[in-house]
């Protein structure tokens, strides 16, 4: 079975200081890799897909940047975090193009 | 671009009364996209409740149903008897088409069972 794990679970971060957030995939080869973020009280929005290793789109301009660096693992990550940042990040996979999506667990964030 | 409107929350209902959340959308990337509700329990990640692909036909799980309505563009969320353990966030989503496009979702749908 495949498991998707996120991490951390909860962060909180000062405005300008870096951030990295995590996504694994296990038991599924060549997924295609997203990242979602919902502000509070906000609707689930994609910022970025990638299809295979090293290849990462950018869906929504955040001043967020997304790295695949191997087939299983997507990050996403900045160097200056904005208070416009705060929120919940969601991973996920799917087996390709208007297939359901399988989330992860989520990554909560607030911006001081 | 593609966009879903549902319900607005949160929607707080007696447990054992019926259920009705609207979804509605607007496909401009494609005729008849896929449409899902996913769920979120309190404590627990997003999860897919329900799935249907083909225009007409009716999804169902865990006492809930969907039918994918193309005339009138909606896929309502259903349920006869609501429980105490269906509280829980609910998304209408649907997938465009395009290459790795993912799912366009809803605002979500909060549902409070009360006892009545």
């Known amino acids: 079975a495949q498991t998707i794990h996120q991490w951390p679970v909860a962060e909180i971060k000062a405005v300008g200081s870096p951030l990295s957030l995590g996504c694994t995939i296990k038991?599924?080869?060549?997924?295609?890799l997203y990242w979602y973020w919902q502000a509070t009280g906000g609707t689930l929005q994609q910022l970025f897909y990638?299809?295979?290793?090293?290849?990462v789109e950018s869906v929504v301009q955040l001043n967020l940047s997304a790295s695949r660096p191997k087939d299983d693992q997507f990050i996403l990550s900045t160097e200056k975090l904005l208070l416009s940042h705060s929120g919940f990040y969601l991973c996920?996979?799917?087996?390709?193009?208007?297939?359901?999506?399988?989330f992860g667990e989520g990554s909560r964030l607030i911006v001081v | 671009g593609d966009s879903v409107t549902q319900t607005e929350g949160p929607v707080t209902v007696s447990e054992s009364e019926s259920l009705i959340i609207n979804c509605t959308y607007s496909?401009?990337?494609?005729?008849?996209?896929?449409l899902f509700w996913y769920v979120r329990y309190p404590g627990e990640g997003l999860q897919l409740l329900l799935k249907?692909?083909?225009?007409?036909q009716k999804g169902s799980s865990r006492g809930f149903e969907a039918t994918y309505n193309k005339e009138t563009t909606s896929f309502h969320l259903q349920k006869a008897s609501v429980q105490e353990s269906d509280s829980a966030v609910y998304y209408c989503?649907?997938?465009?088409?395009?290459?790795?496009?993912?799912?366009?979702f809803g605002s979500g749908t909060k549902v409070i069972p009360c006892l009545p």
């Open positions: 996920a996979w799917s087996q390709g193009p208007g297939n359901t999506l399988y």
């Open positions: 038991g599924k080869s060549s997924p295609n």
């Open positions: 990638s299809i295979t290793v090293g290849q």
């Open positions: 496909a401009t990337s494609i005729a008849y996209p896929n």
């Open positions: 249907v692909i083909t225009a007409g």
């Open positions: 989503a649907l997938a465009p088409t395009g290459f790795a496009s993912a799912l366009t």
